[in-house]
């Protein structure tokens, strides 16, 4: 999709409610969106407003951005932890999926 707040939004509330309808408690997103980057307030309020919902929902997150300008994930991670869900940035799939699955059972 398009890297819009409204198209970030839209993905990340569908995935968050299928987490939440199969009972997931980890999970790997790896964000491929096409398009200029998203700026650092939309970047804060995207972040923010996820990790008060998901955070009830998920222990976990393992995120890769292919496109990553990685000051800008560093700093939605950070905001997410801060709020109380467990995201962690990572510039590979495989690094990412290592790390999830070093994780012990939830």
């Known amino acids: ?5 409204e198209d970030v ?4 509330r569908e ?3 299928l987490c939440e309808k ?3 408690k980890r999970v790997l997103v ?3 969106m ?3 980057r998203l700026g650092l307030l939309d970047v804060f309020s995207i972040a923010v407003e996820m990790a008060w919902k998901a955070r009830s929902i998920l222990k976990e997150v393992a995120f890769v951005e292919v496109n990553a300008q990685n000051e800008l994930s560093d700093y939605a991670g950070g905001l997410a932890r801060a709020r109380g869900l467990g995201v962690h940035v990572f510039s590979t799939v495989k690094d990412a999926e290592a ?3 070093a994780l012990p059972n939830p």
């Open 30 to 32: 790896e964000e491929c």
């Open 9 to 12: 939004l839209g993905y990340m």
């Open 22 to 24: 199969r009972s997931v």
């Open 99 to 101: 790390w999830l699955s």
């Open 15 to 17: 995935g968050l409610a």
């Open 34 to 36: 096409e398009g200029p």
């Open 1 to 5: 999709g398009q890297n819009t707040r």
